[in-house]
């Protein structure tokens, strides 16, 4: 079937450093991606999106780049903050009201 | 402005009880959407609403799930005859339509635990 997965569940990352979280979808219809972020014991967050006529959309110290040509999509973090420190989920959306998500990286930041 | 609200935020019930959980959307979202999260997984789509309508229960687990939503706002997801794996987070979201390519914002969840 189909799904939309991320390649690593986690991530360690030193803070000041960039990060990048990858991840992968098989859904070649999907037209409109979004990241959350998902602290502990909170709802996701909305991040930042992306519609499938874009391959770049930049917000505050997030990038998200969208290959549709091997249906990759990553995040990333410039300059990496303690409060960056959640789970991180991609999920896409085939132009119905169905957002589907992968299971996640948990990203922590090393002080 | 005010976000999604869920209440309870923690429910505790024994296995074979009922369980109520409500979902109070950002005002003039007309699309409601239930998920559930288990321990370390990703969000399993359960139900959308577009209005008071319900035109994609297929991911209810079983049919001691269900939902309705009333007067195009709250929404209530209920659950007959608990069982342990229904153990998990309810998460609910509103969007401000159901078309695709809108956000959706979450609620904090109400974390169920089935004993």
């Known amino acids: 079937g189909e799904s939309v997965g991320l390649h690593l569940p986690t991530l360690s990352v030193q803070e000041g450093d960039n990060s990048i979280i990858n991840c992968a979808y098989s859904?070649?219809?999907?037209?409109?991606f979004i990241w959350y972020k998902q602290e502990s014991g909170k709802g996701p967050q909305f991040i930042i999106d992306?519609?499938?006529?874009?391959d770049k959309r930049q917000g505050q110290r997030v990038t998200v780049l969208l290959n549709k040509t091997v249906k990759h999509l990553s995040l990333q973090i410039a300059a990496t903050q303690p409060g960056d420190s959640a789970v991180y989920f991609c999920?896409?959306?085939?132009?119905?009201?169905?957002?589907?998500f992968g299971a996640g990286t948990t990203v922590t930041v090393r002080a | 402005g005010a976000g999604v609200s869920q209440s309870p935020s923690n429910k505790v019930t024994e296995k074979g009880k009922d369980v109520e959980l409500r979902c109070d959307p950002i005002?003039?979202?007309?699309?409601l959407y239930w998920y559930r999260q288990s321990l370390g997984q990703g969000l399993e789509f359960l139900i959308y609403?577009?209005?008071?309508?319900?035109?994609?229960k297929s991911g209810l687990p079983s049919d001691r799930f269900s939902a309705e939503r009333t007067g195009g706002s709250v929404s209530t997801l209920t659950i007959q005859r608990t069982q342990q794996e229904d153990s998990a987070v309810y998460l609910c979201?509103?969007?401000?339509?159901?078309?695709?390519?809108?956000?959706?914002?979450f609620g904090p969840g109400t974390r169920l635990t089935v004993t």
């Open positions: 979201a509103s969007s401000f339509q159901g078309a695709g390519g809108y956000e959706q914002y």
């Open positions: 859904n070649s219809a999907s037209d409109y």
């Open positions: 992306i519609r499938s006529n874009m």
């Open positions: 999920a896409e959306n085939d132009n119905d009201y169905k957002l589907s």
């Open positions: 005002s003039g979202h007309t699309a």
């Open positions: 609403f577009q209005g008071n309508s319900a035109p994609d």
